[in-house]
């Protein structure tokens, strides 16, 4: 596992760099990590290549990571470059999977600057792009030299991108720590402590990563909320006029609709499922999904990475606080389940 580090980056980074013997020097960041996040970094290093991409999950392709393999070609970086990944979720997976790949494997170091990359994607050496639509279809496993997280960056975010964050926190408490799950239910997204949030969420995954870093079994319940988000998520990224849902808002989604498939297969009692949904649309509204969305969110589910053949698996809660994996679930009960996530939406 690689060191995960909170703390500001000026204490960071600099004793970090001193330990590495690397032949270059690169910064990966999009539109809003330059103008927001970059001025902190550029004092802290040496001479280094700067590359910049457009920001959003629509840039998450193989044509923006040719121009990322572009960039550190005509650099002439060689197999002993450093690149640090300065942004979101995006960044970090894409900026990775560059690394990952550029002439068999660079070293990267993940430099998280959303809620939503400091408690989950750069955590862990996931690592893809997504491909015809589909979320992170092509991918690899790495774990980047180190992460550093400094919790300052969550000022500069907008609180939608805040909120989409803290899905990932809600997630990891439900799956690992119930009482946690008390405790955070029972606040207003204003009321959390966050660098206490993001020092739990990393120690969750941190702790389930170590025994399972090639996701082969217990990492799958990091997927939890995840197999009906993702196509939520590309249905409304794919689906011309549909306003594009941020990754936690789908994930939000997806929660309550796995949970209630755990309820209708005895694995948590309908007193959970309701603390569930009365805090999910509390923190995030509700998704209109029309009868007609139905069938191609659940069509899209087959290319879920858990999957089995041609049977979905799911990462579904097993009571508070935990939960299984590799759990069937047929295509009629995530078609009751989008249903009864309509059915709230349209009380």
Same mark, same amino acid.
């Given at each position: 596992?690689?060191?995960?580090?909170?703390?500001?980056?000026?204490?960071?980074?600099?004793?970090?760099?001193?330990?590495?013997?690397?032949?270059?020097?690169?910064?990966?960041?999009?539109?809003?990590?330059?103008?927001?996040?970059?001025?902190?970094?550029?004092?802290?290093?040496?001479?280094?290549?700067?590359?910049?991409?457009?920001?959003?999950?629509?840039?998450?392709?193989?044509?923006?990571? !040719?121009?990322?393999?572009?960039?550190?070609?005509?650099?002439?970086?060689?197999?002993?470059?450093?690149?640090?990944?300065?942004?979101?979720?995006?960044?970090?997976?894409?900026?990775?999977?560059?690394?990952?790949?550029?002439?068999?494997?660079?070293?990267?170091?993940?430099?998280?600057?959303?809620?939503?990359?400091?408690?989950?994607?750069?955590?862990?050496?996931?690592?893809?792009?997504?491909?015809?639509?589909?979320?992170?279809?092509?991918?690899?496993? /790495?774990?980047?030299?180190?992460?550093?997280?400094?919790?300052?960056?969550?000022?500069?975010?907008?609180?939608?991108?805040?909120?989409?964050?803290?899905? !990932?926190?809600?997630?990891?408490?439900?799956?690992?720590?119930?009482?946690?799950?008390?405790?955070?239910?029972?606040?207003?997204?204003?009321?959390?402590?966050?660098?206490?949030?993001?020092?739990?969420?990393?120690?969750?995954?941190?702790?389930?990563?170590?025994?399972?870093?090639? !996701?082969?079994?217990?990492?799958?319940?990091?997927?939890?909320?995840?197999?009906?988000?993702?196509?939520?998520?590309?249905?409304?990224?794919?689906?011309?006029?549909?306003?594009?849902?941020?990754?936690?808002?789908?994930?939000?989604?997806?929660?309550?609709?796995?949970?209630?498939?755990?309820?209708?297969?005895?694995?948590?009692?309908?007193?959970?499922?309701?603390?569930? !949904?009365?805090?999910?649309?509390?923190?995030?509204?509700?998704?209109?999904?029309?009868?007609?969305?139905?069938?191609?969110?659940?069509?899209?589910?087959?290319?879920?990475?858990?999957?089995?053949?041609? /049977?979905?698996?799911?990462?579904?809660?097993?009571?508070?606080?935990?939960?299984?994996?590799?759990?069937?679930?047929?295509?009629?009960?995530?078609?009751?389940?989008?249903?009864?996530?309509?059915?709230?939406?349209?009380?």
């Amino acid at each position: 596992m690689s060191t995960v580090t909170i703390a500001p980056l000026a204490e960071s980074l600099s004793s970090f760099l001193q330990t590495l013997d690397h032949s270059a020097l690169a910064v990966l960041a999009d539109n809003h990590t330059l103008r927001h996040c970059y001025p902190t970094l550029e004092p802290l290093l040496p001479k280094h290549t700067l590359i910049r991409i457009k920001a959003g999950e629509e840039q998450k392709h193989l044509g923006t990571c !040719e121009t990322i393999w572009d960039a550190l070609t005509r650099a002439n970086f060689d197999r002993h470059g450093l690149v640090l990944n300065l942004g979101g979720g995006v960044i970090g997976d894409m900026g990775g999977f560059c690394a990952a790949t550029y002439k068999r494997g660079i070293s990267f170091v993940q430099i998280p600057t959303t809620l939503l990359a400091q408690v989950d994607a750069s955590v862990g050496g996931k690592l893809g792009i997504d491909f015809k639509g589909y979320k992170n279809h092509i991918g690899v496993f /790495q774990q980047p030299a180190a992460v550093l997280i400094d919790p300052a960056f969550l000022q500069t975010l907008p609180e939608r991108e805040l909120r989409s964050g803290f899905a !990932e926190v809600i997630k990891h408490c439900l799956i690992a720590d119930a009482a946690m799950w008390e405790q955070v239910r029972r606040r207003d997204l204003d009321e959390q402590d966050w660098p206490a949030l993001v020092a739990h969420s990393v120690a969750v995954k941190q702790r389930i990563v170590e025994q399972d870093p090639t !996701e082969k079994g217990l990492r799958k319940v990091l997927n939890f909320g995840h197999t009906i988000g993702h196509a939520v998520e590309t249905y409304f990224l794919t689906k011309p006029g549909r306003a594009r849902l941020l990754h936690g808002e789908a994930i939000a989604v997806g929660m309550a609709a796995e949970a209630y498939i755990a309820t209708q297969k005895k694995m948590i009692d309908e007193a959970l499922l309701a603390q569930i !949904e009365e805090y999910v649309f509390a923190v995030y509204g509700k998704v209109r999904l029309s009868e007609a969305d139905i069938e191609p969110i659940v069509a899209l589910t087959a290319q879920d990475k858990k999957n089995r053949g041609r /049977q979905v698996r799911m990462a579904l809660l097993d009571g508070p606080g935990k939960c299984a994996f590799d759990i069937a679930v047929t295509p009629a009960e995530m078609r009751r389940a989008i249903a009864f996530y309509r059915g709230v939406t349209e009380n």
